[in-house]
């Protein structure tokens, strides 16, 4: 017997946005919840936080945009009707008639199904071992088993806790101390010669006061996301600190590049860029544990193939929205070009940036159509980005919080 055969017959009610298989629909129904409610309860669109709700049974009262109307469901008799279905303001109202039976259906959920159908290699060249390789991988993702780092609560939590001018020092000291190995590295880094300490800090509070809720954030989030890269074998060590330095430059970039062209919101592009190579994480801890393909599988070629499909199954496990899937998603197409800003434009320009720097292989910047809609200066062969180099100072501070060296 099905595990929620009553949440799936409900779901294969709704108009989703793509057909799913009985074995999806199975695994969107355990992400699903059924939740009954009392007569004049009541929720307002702004407390949705990333869930969709669908009345499955019972009245319930509308008020949108000052207008009131009544919708109903049966169970067994009629499909779900979604609650706040259309775009409003945050003040509509649901309020339940009767005693009414909810379908709680969280987004993230959804979306992992839709990128995961949407996951095409064909065009990714690969040689009789690269293909068993991907045929396993692909086995453990088809029975939602491949190991996927845990997603960054503490870190995502800051970020968010820290864009609210009434938080405090102690509800931001509190939030760090529950994470053990995040308030230990913010010691640890406070106390560095990055910070320069009069004297030695023993607290993650006076830590927070030393170093500001700003550099606070940045910090929380570079240590926490740091969590992930790990793996045992020294060559996957190696892998792994390769991918994460990166990622860590790319991150400063994308922050600086946001702030500089004040598009989207630059602590939001930072987190893009630190996520943006997340889809390695998953392939280097598979090899880690596969030491039959040790030598026959070249690692780094294998990374550049599958670290964006891999990369969207992450986020979209991790729930962080639409916009940072479209990062992991492209985060190796030079090619990809969006209808207007976004943070995955951002990220491939910060890439680009990070690879000059580095003396990695990059295109001409003439061939990345994410500087043009950026509205970017095209750098000449051999220049950097004259809206980065015109901010050097902002680039230093961020170097130094991050703790990279400056040239």
Not at 9 to 20: F, I
Not at 173 to 196: E, W
Not at 359 to 373: C, D, I, K, Q
Request: charged share 25%.
């Amino acid at each position: 017997m099905p595990k929620h055969p009553d949440i799936v017959e409900l779901l294969a009610q709704l108009s989703l946005p793509s057909e799913l298989s009985e074995i999806q629909l199975q695994q969107l129904a355990d992400q699903c919840q059924l939740i009954p409610v009392e007569p004049n309860w009541r929720i307002y669109r702004r407390d949705l936080h990333a869930l969709r709700l669908f009345l499955a049974d019972g009245h319930a009262l509308c008020r949108y945009d000052g207008v009131e109307r009544q919708i109903d469901s049966c169970l067994g008799l009629s499909a779900p009707v979604e609650l706040f279905e259309h775009a409003g303001s945050d003040d509509d109202l649901v309020l339940a008639d009767t005693t009414c039976l909810l379908l709680r259906l969280p987004v993230y959920a959804l979306e992992a199904l839709e990128v995961d159908t949407a996951l095409e290699v064909s065009d990714i060249e690969l040689d009789d071992v690269e293909s068993d390789f991907l045929g396993e991988l692909y086995e453990l993702i088809d029975a939602n088993c491949l190991e996927l780092p845990a997603r960054p609560e503490v870190a995502l939590q800051i970020q968010q806790l820290t864009r609210d001018p009434d938080v405090g020092i102690e509800e931001l000291t509190k939030l760090i101390q529950s994470d053990g190995t995040v308030a230990g590295a913010l010691l640890h880094t406070t106390n560095s010669p990055i910070f320069r300490a009069a004297k030695e800090i023993s607290s993650v509070r006076d830590a927070v006061i030393r170093i500001g809720f700003d550099n606070t954030r940045k910090l929380t989030t570079n240590l926490a996301l740091r969590q992930a890269f790990t793996a045992r074998r020294k060559q996957s060590r190696d892998a792994m600190l390769a991918v994460w330095s990166e990622s860590v430059h790319c991150a400063v970039f994308s922050q600086l590049i946001s702030s500089e062209l004040k598009l989207l919101n630059p602590e939001r592009a930072l987190l893009a860029g630190l996520i943006s190579n997340i889809g390695a994480v998953p392939i280097i801890r598979f090899i880690d544990k596969r030491p039959e393909y040790a030598g026959t599988v070249q690692l780094d070629d294998m990374v550049a193939k599958l670290r964006g499909i891999i990369g969207v199954l992450v986020i979209s496990y991790w729930g962080l929205g639409a916009d940072m899937i479209k990062v992991a998603e492209n985060s190796n197409n030079w090619s990809y070009r969006a209808a207007e800003p976004d943070y995955a434009s951002i990220v491939l320009v910060a890439r680009w940036a990070t690879a000059r720097e580095e003396g990695l292989e990059h295109p001409p910047a003439s061939e990345v159509p994410a500087f043009e809609v950026l509205k970017l200066s095209i750098p000449e062969q051999g220049q950097g980005i004259i809206e980065i180099e015109n901010n050097a100072n902002a680039l230093k501070e961020l170097r130094r919080v991050f703790g990279l060296k400056n040239d």
